[in-house]
């Protein structure tokens, strides 16, 4: 405590800094997190390179570089208590999708092969070395509070915020982003899986109904459901529900593909088929996890094969 | 005594609950198209409609909990750590 003030850093690893946009996201109500925290250090308000004593230490962003990995154990030795903020530093985050591929491949592609770039060589000075996977914040380091989302809405930033400061029991909440869409899922007699543009979708009924891959159904609540909303799937970024990762054999092709077969007149293993295809872009978010990546029924490098076999 | 509850704003009247549900605890709301629970009495705790529900809107108070031994070990140690 310094003034009787909750002392707060937050640091950013690998991510995109949304997370940090979304604390400022708080609005007014950041006056209030304000009357009862000292922000010591944080990347996108304070300039302070090094990282100060704390009460709470947020952490954004998964490890990707060496530099991530000294910034998480830094923040660990000097923070009582760290919260890991967002999908990323849940789950490992959208760049998960990266251990489909080896470092190599990806350095490769990135600073050589894409048909825009100029240069023909990997840069070498400025930046710290590529981490060969990309790790979620807990398999560095012991986390005491998980706040998954992507970004996670301010409605959840602040309620986990206060909690803490309040020093009230925290709030373990299951529901998924269907329960805050107002789509009504009914049964229809669409016969074959349709891609985004196929067709003019009604604003009424669920994406699912309607034969659209939406996994709204197979993601936590951390976002107040915006996307299904406004008439675009979900695309799973707050990563999966409690009960897929506690069920080892509950998985997001199982889950999605049950559900949408019973509203639809489509066959369950097509629509397995059809999400394994497109695997890594359903499993992005959650993939570089161990909850997800050691599950018996997750395939990804079976699945990625199959469709480099086809082309 | 067993109880059984559905948040109302989360159903999204899918009806999967009264398909699934083996002892037909379940009725279906024309009126509001939301899925209501009938006779709580009859439900064994199958937790059938937990699992099926898309919007995890069904919950159980006073049921025997089975231990975890099958489950996922990676998340069951960090599951009451999530916000």
């Known amino acids: 405590m310094n003034n009787g003030k909750i002392r707060l850093n937050t640091e950013w690893l690998c991510d995109c800094g949304g997370c940090h946009v979304a604390l400022v996201d708080l609005h007014d109500k950041i006056l209030n997190v304000l009357e009862a925290v000292e922000i010591q250090k944080c990347p996108v308000l304070t300039d302070v390179k090094e990282y100060p004593e704390a009460d709470i230490g947020i952490l954004t962003g998964s490890i990707r570089t060496e530099h991530d990995r000294h910034a998480a154990l830094e923040m660990r030795k000097k923070c009582k208590k760290i919260i890991a903020l967002g999908t990323c530093a849940v789950y ?50 012991d986390v005491d509070l998980y706040l998954p989302g992507c970004p996670p809405h301010a409605h959840y930033i602040f309620e986990a915020l206060t909690d803490l400061i309040e020093d009230r029991e925290i709030k373990t909440r299951q529901e998924t982003v269907c329960s805050g869409c107002r789509r009504i899922m009914k049964k229809t007699d669409i016969s074959a899986i349709r891609n985004n543009n196929d067709s003019a979708l009604d604003d009424e009924v669920c994406f699912l109904s309607q034969g659209h ?27 999966p529900t409690m009960q897929i990762l506690t069920e080892p054999t509950h998985d997001i ?7 949408m077969s019973r509203l639809t007149k489509i066959d369950a293993a097509d629509i397995r088929k059809h999400m394994e295809k497109s695997a ?31 082309r | 005594m067993l109880e059984m509850t559905i948040h109302d704003k989360s159903c999204r009247g899918c009806r999967f609950c009264l398909d699934v549900c083996p002892t037909d605890c379940f009725v279906f709301n024309e009126e509001t198209q939301k899925a209501m629970v009938a006779k709580v009495d009859n439900c064994i705790a199958c937790l059938s409609c937990t699992s ?23 998340f069951s140690r960090r599951m009451e750590k999530f916000l």
């Open chain 1, 213 to 239: 891959i939406c996994l709204g159904s197979v993601t936590l609540d951390r976002c107040l459901a915006p996307c299904p909303n406004h008439g675009i799937m979900c695309t799973g970024c707050a990563g």
């Open chain 1, 280 to 310: 890594k872009t359903h499993y992005a978010y959650a993939m570089a996890t161990k909850m997800i990546g050691n599950k018996p029924t997750f395939l990804i490098r079976k699945w990625i094969a199959e469709v480099e076999d086809q």
């Open chain 1, 92 to 141: 490992g985050g959208l760049h998960g999708a990266g251990l489909a591929h080896s470092r190599e491949e990806i350095m490769d592609t990135v600073y050589r092969r894409t048909p825009t770039t100029k240069t023909d060589f990997i840069p070498d000075a400025g930046v710290t070395g590529l981490e060969k996977i990309v790790t979620p914040v807990d398999e560095i380091i």
């Open chain 1, 253 to 259: 092709r199982t889950e999605v593909s049950d559900r």
């Open chain 2, 52 to 74: 099926i529900c898309p919007a995890a809107a069904i919950t159980h108070r006073n049921h025997h909990v089975v231990a975890n031994f099958y489950r996922n070990i990676n």
